[in-house]
């Protein structure tokens, strides 16, 4: 299974872009980086997933190294209500028996005004 | 409105006791997950549904039962052979389990110990 590394905690401004990197260097070529945030006791929410290419969508924007050995999720102008887990995932993938999300201890954004 | 709920909110069990944690999806989603989260920890996955009437263990099933009768519904029993039982319970739900299909999650329910 591929594992990913993430750092404990970040400090961003309000309004800044926030870049929060992801390492794993072990990802199978089939598997997909997906993340994740989780605001404190809630569910945690879908933001983004990519295979090979970079992706973007409403809430962020995510870049994949040519290697897919590292990732980075942009929040492009976070505000106050960015504050939260982030979580970086690589689905692990069961082929038949099934489709498994490891979540690791992701990294605590912390949005200052 | 579409999505995932979860039922109760706060759950208390007494010592001995079995309790089940009930989690609806109106996605027409054909597989759910349930999840485990300790304090300051991430995931990690009790069991998992496929498909109506079919599951399997994730990696801490032991103290644990399901069912998947409906294809929308996939309550979790916490029995009394779970000795921790305290922890947040996460349920989701994907259209699949084959490729790079995204799961969703609903809101949780705090299992507390009395």
């Known amino acids: 299974d591929a594992k990913t590394t993430q750092p404990p905690s970040m400090d961003c401004a309000e309004g800044r872009a926030a870049n929060l990197p992801c390492n794993h260097s072990?990802?199978?070529?089939?598997?997909?980086v997906y993340w994740y945030r989780q605001i404190h006791s809630q569910g945690p929410q879908y933001i983004i997933h990519?295979?090979?290419n970079n992706e973007t969508n409403e809430m962020a924007s995510l870049i994949i190294t040519e290697d897919r050995k590292s990732s980075t999720l942009i929040l492009p102008h976070a505000t106050l209500r960015d504050t939260a887990v982030y979580y970086c995932?690589?689905?692990?993938?069961?082929?038949?028996?099934?489709?498994?999300?490891?979540f690791g201890g992701g990294t605590r954004l912390m949005v200052k005004p | 409105d579409g999505g995932i709920t979860q039922s109760p909110k706060y759950l208390f069990r007494k010592e001995g006791q079995n309790v089940t944690l009930s989690c609806e999806q109106n996605?027409?989603?054909?597989?759910m997950y349930w999840y485990r989260q300790d304090p300051g920890q991430g995931l990690r996955l009790i069991y998992y549904?496929?498909?109506?009437?079919?599951?399997q263990k994730g990696d801490i099933a032991e103290g644990y039962s399901v069912s998947r009768e409906k294809k929308e519904s996939f309550p979790l029993t916490v029995t009394s052979a779970q000795k921790n039982p305290t922890a947040f319970y996460l349920c989701?739900?994907?259209?699949?389990?084959?490729?790079?299909?995204?799961?969703?999650f609903g809101p949780g329910t705090r299992l507390l110990v009395l």
């Open positions: 989701a739900s994907s259209t699949g389990t084959s490729g790079g299909e995204t799961q969703y």
């Open positions: 072990t990802i199978s070529g089939n598997e997909y």
């Open positions: 990519g295979l090979k």
């Open positions: 995932i690589v689905r692990v993938a069961m082929g038949n028996a099934g489709n498994m999300l490891t």
């Open positions: 996605l027409n989603h054909d597989a």
């Open positions: 549904s496929q498909i109506v009437n079919d599951f």
